[in-house]
Structures are given as C-alpha cells and as structure tokens.
T-cell receptor, first 111, second 115 residues
C-alpha cells in the first residue's frame, strides 16, 4: 500500500546547482506534508513542512511546492552543497499521528 | 538543541527472545511514536502514544508488540517473541502536544538483528 511514492531512488547534482526532489501521493485526505533528510547511521531529520492550505513554503535554501490537483510535492534546494548529500524522504499525514513515508531519494551533490 | 535518544544503538537477539528498545523523547513533547525501516525499504509507522495510551497503530503492530511509558522520561517498545522478519532499524520519535501539524523529531534508531 504505497500511499506516498518517490519514484527516483537517486539523484546527482553539481554543487551550486538546483536539486529537485519529487514526491507523489495517492490519498487526497493528506493535509500535512514534510521532508526529512537522513544521513547513514542517523535518524531522519526534519527539514521543512507544508500544510494543504498553502502551495509553497520556503526556508533558506529549501523550498517545498505542493500541487494538490496533481497530488505532487517537490523539494527544491538552491544552491546545492556537498553537505546536502543524504537520503531525502517525503512524508504525509491526515490524522496528525500516523505519517506515511516514501522510499527515499538518495541525493549526491558533486563538488 | 534537545534531541530524542535511543538505546541500544544495536541489539542482536535470537529468534523467540523478547527485546525491549528504549527511547527518551524530547522533554516537553507529549506525543510519542515508533517507526521501523527494514533494510532497503520505506520507513513504516508502528504506533503512536499519547496520554499513557495508544492513539493509533498500524497492522504491523500486532499482539507481539507493546509500548510503555514506565516513568516520566522513558518510552519503550517491547517485542515479545522476535521473528527473523523483525530485523530492522527501529526509530523512536516525538512531537509537541497541542499542535496537530507538528513535525516528528526522530532518534538515531536501534538496529535490531534477529538471528
């Protein structure tokens, strides 16, 4: 039951360029979306969130876009830095308790 | 910055044995969670806990699993009779009370290996 999908398992980007990570969901009840970053041997770290009443949320180099009609969200990182290399998970919720995670996209930023 | 801590970082156990995974959530958080990630797969929700009771659980969280908040700081996950397929990274998380749209803060996980 894959309610949240990240179809790109990996992405490589040159340092300084934009990284765009994509996420699709199937459940129209979802109203809160988050992006997490995960380094090896660590737990996921919260990056940025967006509620369904918005279509964009920005925090420094990170911007999340939400397209409710397409059931699609994306994370933009500009400019990308080598320290951004990690696995990125999107997650979604409609109860505020249970979050559904995607399978992750491994981002490599090449110096 | 306050963080969620989990112990042990790695637990090896034999099939059929009981294990207890321990977590200390962030002190002013009142919602607690357990998630797991089987190697190469997605992070999966197990259970959420609030006000000393389970508020939501997934199909994975069957009768062999239980959670407890034995004191004011610890939050534990017990697996009564471990199976090989329980081998995974188990993540504890917590979030602020009273805010529905509140992000989860995760610990670094316990890697459980069942042999």
């Amino acid at each position: 039951d894959q309610q949240v999908k990240q179809n790109s398992p990996s992405l490589s980007v040159q340092e300084g360029r934009i990284s765009i990570l994509n996420c699709d969901y199937t459940n129209s009840m979802f109203d809160y979306f988050l992006w997490y970053k995960k380094y090896p041997a660590e737990g996921p770290t919260f990056l940025i969130s967006i509620s369904s009443i918005k279509d964009k949320n920005e925090d420094g180099r990170f911007t999340v876009f939400l397209n409710k009609s397409a059931k699609h969200l994306s994370l933009h990182i500009v400019p990308s830095q080598p320290g951004d290399s990690a696995v990125y998970f999107c997650a979604a919720s409609f109860t505020g308790n249970q979050f559904y995670f995607g399978t992750g996209t491994s981002l490599t930023v090449i110096p | 910055e306050p963080e969620v801590t989990q112990t042990p970082s790695h637990q090896v156990t034999q099939m059929g044995q009981e294990v207890i995974l321990r977590c200390v959530p962030i002190s002013n958080h009142l919602y607690f969670y357990w998630y797991r990630q089987i190697l190469g797969q997605k992070v999966e929700f197990l259970v959420s806990f609030y006000n000393n009771e389970i508020s939501e659980k997934s199909e994975i969280f069957d009768d062999q699993f239980s959670v407890e908040r034995p004191d004011g700081s610890n939050f534990t996950l017990k697996i009564r009779s471990t199976k090989l397929e329980d081998s995974a990274m188990y993540f504890c998380a917590s979030s602020e009370a009273g805010r529905r749209n509140s992000p989860l803060h995760f610990g670094n996980g316990t890697r459980l290996t069942v042999t």
